[in-house]
């Protein structure tokens, strides 16, 4: 086994799924830009509600995808917060050599 230690994996881990997951919300963002929340249209006016709807069916598709990768990044940094404490503990209650 390499020398790097499970906290530096879970750390490594935490940091690819965190770094997706603002991707993920930065193209959410880019993509909410032309989304309005209400829009009156006069009915020969069709091409701007198409675009809404586009745009709605993107954040809907999206949606999926950021949630996960939002719980799973809190799930573990959890972790890699579980597991300092842990070794912290055992190095405090080690016996002196």
């Not at 770094?19 to 909410?32: E, H, N, Y």
């Not at 020969?44 to 586009?54: G, I, M, P, S």
Request: charged share 15%; hydrophobic share 50%; net charge positive.
């Amino acid at each position: 086994m390499s020398g790097i230690s499970p906290l530096t994996w879970l750390l490594i881990a935490w940091g690819a799924v965190t770094t997706v997951f603002v991707v993920l919300m930065i193209f959410r963002s880019l993509i909410s830009m032309r989304e309005d929340d209400q829009l009156f249209l006069h009915p020969q006016e069709t091409a701007l509600e198409a675009e809404q709807k586009t745009v709605m069916t993107k954040m809907h598709r999206l949606a999926p995808y950021t949630k996960g990768f939002g719980y799973s990044s809190a799930a573990l940094a959890l972790a890699c917060l579980g597991f300092w404490l842990y070794q912290a503990i055992n190095r405090f209650n080690a016996p002196a050599p």
